[in-house]
Nanobody
Framework: QVQVGESGGGLVQAGGSLRLSCAASGRTFSSYAVAWFRQAPGKEREIVATISWSGAYTYYPDSVKGRFTISRDNDKNTVYLQMNSLKPEDTAVYYC???????????????????WGQGTQVTVSS
């Protein structure tokens, strides 16, 4: 079984920055892609960033491209999401998800992420 836990959420003013961390255990972490999703009240969950198992490839939707950066430290079994120039519309619960299969990058295909954390709240005030 894989345990996934997020940290680093909080309240920040518009234009500010936050760094989220995702720690995973229970597998050879370096073999699995990881993604960050978010869900705002009344909206569907959406992907905000994903990184391949080696870290060689990343993907961002247009809504966060240029503001968010995903990275990973496989020695620490941790993935980070650096969020800059935050906007009120970035307010959501942010979830970390680990792919279900090794050496496979699902990119934005949510159904291929099998292990999810409990989420961390990010609130951006205007």
């Amino acid at each position: 079984q894989v345990q996934v836990g997020e940290s680093g959420g909080g309240l920040v003013q518009a234009g500010g920055s936050l760094r989220l961390s995702c720690a995973a255990s229970g597998r050879t972490f370096s073999s699995y892609a990881v993604a960050w999703f978010r869900q705002a009240p009344g909206k569907e969950r959406e992907i905000v960033a994903t990184i391949s198992w080696s870290g060689a490839y990343t993907y961002y939707p247009d809504s966060v491209k240029g503001r968010f950066t995903i990275s990973r430290d496989n020695d620490k079994n941790t993935v980070y999401l650096q969020m800059n120039s935050l906007k009120p519309e970035d307010t959501a619960v942010y979830y970390c998800a680990v792919a279900g299969s090794p050496n496979r990058w699902p990119r934005e295909r949510e159904y291929e992420y099998a292990y999810w954390g409990q989420g961390t709240q990010v609130t951006v005030s205007s």
